[in-house]
Nanobody, 126 residues
Framework: QVQLVESGGGLVQAGGSLRLSCAAS????????MGWFRQAPGNEREFVAT???????YYADSVKGRFIISRDNAKNTVYLQMNSLKPEDTAVYYC????????????????????WGQGTQVTVSS
């Protein structure tokens, strides 16, 4: 059984930082894209960042320059370093892992990810 377990969420003041972690088990993701989505109250779930197996990264425009995605394949773990947080970053953050290899490194659609974590709450106060 494949599991993705997020940690590191919490409450932070605007301008602060948080680091999310996502530990995967039951499947090795070193050859597959991993990433993050988020969903704010009343909003649709949206893409945040993805990292390909060869290390290429892509970000939503709203987080570019503030968030950094990384992965440790030896630990089967993906991270999201979130800096300069804003109240509009408040959301439940979901870790995702792809179930197949894509021809493009830009894997940013929900349907492209087969494995999802349970989500971790990030709240940014103003």
């Amino acid at each position: 059984q494949v599991q993705l377990v997020e940690s590191g969420g919490g409450l932070v003041q605007a301008g602060g930082s948080l680091r999310l972690s996502c530990a995967a088990s039951g499947r090795t993701f070193s050859r597959y894209a991993m990433g993050w989505f988020r969903q704010a109250p009343g909003n649709e779930r949206e893409f945040v960042a993805t990292m390909s197996s060869n290390g290429n990264t892509y970000y939503a425009d709203s987080v570019k320059g503030r968030f950094i995605i990384s992965r440790d394949n030896a630990k089967n773990t993906v991270y999201l370093q979130m800096n300069s947080l804003k109240p509009e970053d408040t959301a439940v953050y979901y870790c995702v892992g792809a179930g197949k290899i894509f021809s493009s490194d830009y894997v940013a659609q929900e349907y492209e990810y087969d494995y999802w974590g349970q989500g971790t709450q990030v709240t940014v106060s103003s």
